[in-house]
């Protein structure tokens, strides 16, 4: 029985450089090589450190929760 829970070789497939864990192509941040989830981190971490975070904490900001 073939199994559909897996990643197919060739797929499009590749390890995120931030946390290793195995993920597959969706055509959109690849170039960066980063799972939806680390990437979404890179994001917060750039605008709480672009935008002043540490002077006026963001609700949303995961970096700000964690500094609580």
Known sequence: ML???????G????NCRMCGRATRST???ESV???PACYEW???EALH???GHKDHPH????ICKEGK
């Not at 199994?3 to 070789?9: I, K, W, Y």
């Not at 797929?11 to 590749?14: F, N």
Request: proline content about 7%; glycine content about 12%.
């Open 3 to 9: 199994r559909h829970d897996r990643f197919a070789e």
């Open 11 to 14: 797929s499009g497939c590749y």
């Open 27 to 29: 055509g959109d941040n």
């Open 33 to 35: 090589r980063l799972c």
């Open 42 to 44: 890179g994001q917060w």
């Open 49 to 51: 450190f672009d935008d």
């Open 59 to 62: 609700p949303d900001c995961p």
